[in-house]
């Protein structure tokens, strides 16, 4: 039996099939070039000190490269954060692939150490550091549930060890291997899915913190609308610039405070 379509690209991404010794080494370099991809030509950083300068010349002080300098280790850590979290999700869902990959397997007669390889190669890429470990456990006779556990540490990947709890009752006690696996695949799905709803309810929370971030370029927008010279008066007078540090003060607070909530619930 194949794995097709969208299950087919998923299990790709967690395992790679060929030499086991060069697995891990081929899943990191993957790995780098599909983390290079993603974050190329988007750094928040970079953007904000971009912004800053620009800010700095037009107002001539030095005061917004300063402000955009200490806000950019900030953006780089929550850019880094999500992007880790993506990450994490497309491993998860990499996971659940397997899970239904190794069971269909198994249900055609495969024994299992045959059908996990069997799985991984038809789907023919690779799963970070731990590939090279898991291939051999399963083509060798090693400890494929101890190789299990080990991937399960990686982020995201965590639903391996309730794939290695299968294996381990399916070798040990005659089990059927792939009830086990379509019961954890099941059990997955609606974990992902419940993760899902939370995160769309969590929308209006996100947005709301963004619009909050976005207030005082609006105000400067508006203020250069009406004819003042509203970067004069916040770099070039004690009023505009006491104003500007309490207003970035309260802006910090106001996005901590929001992101707080919002990390909160997700738990």
């Given at each position: ?11 790709r ?35 904000c ?9 037009h ?13 950019a280790?900030v ?6 954060s ?14 659940i692939a ?5 069971a ?35 083509r ?26 299968c ?8 089990a ?18 419940q ?13 709301t ?6 207030l ?7 203020g250069?609308?009406?004819g ?12 505009g610039?006491?104003?500007l ?23």
């Amino acid at each position: 039996m194949r794995v097709r379509g969208r299950e087919q690209r998923r299990v790709r991404a967690l395992f790679v099939v060929g030499d086991a010794a060069d697995g891990g080494r081929v899943a990191g370099c993957a790995q780098w070039w599909a983390e290079r991809g993603r974050s190329g030509g988007r750094r928040p950083e970079a953007w904000c000190v971009a912004v800053g300068l620009v800010l700095a010349v037009h107002g001539g002080s030095v005061v917004p490269l300063l402000l955009c300098g200490v806000a950019a280790p900030v953006l780089a850590r929550v850019w880094r954060s999500r992007a880790q979290a993506r990450t994490a999700r497309e491993r998860g869902d990499a996971v659940i692939a397997l899970c239904g990959a190794v069971a269909a397997e198994v249900r055609a007669g495969r024994q299992p150490a045959e059908a996990l390889l069997t799985a991984a190669r038809e789907a023919g890429a690779g799963m970070g550091s731990g590939t090279g470990v898991v291939l051999a456990a399963a083509r060798f006779g090693g400890d494929v549930p101890g190789a299990l556990r080990e991937a399960a540490k990686a982020p995201g990947a965590q639903g391996l060890l309730g794939l290695a709890a299968c294996w381990s009752v399916a070798v040990e006690r005659g089990a059927g291997l792939d009830t086990g696996l379509a019961r954890l695949e099941g059990a997955l799905r609606a974990e992902r899915d419940q993760r899902d709803q939370l995160q769309a309810q969590l929308a209006g929370a996100r947005a709301t913190a963004v619009l909050l971030a976005g207030l005082p370029v609006v105000g400067l927008l508006m203020g250069a609308a009406f004819g003042a010279d509203p970067l004069r008066v916040l770099l070039h007078t004690g009023a505009g610039l006491g104003c500007l540090a309490v207003g970035a003060v309260l802006e910090g607070v106001g996005l901590w405070w929001a992101w707080s909530i919002v990390r909160g619930a997700e738990g």
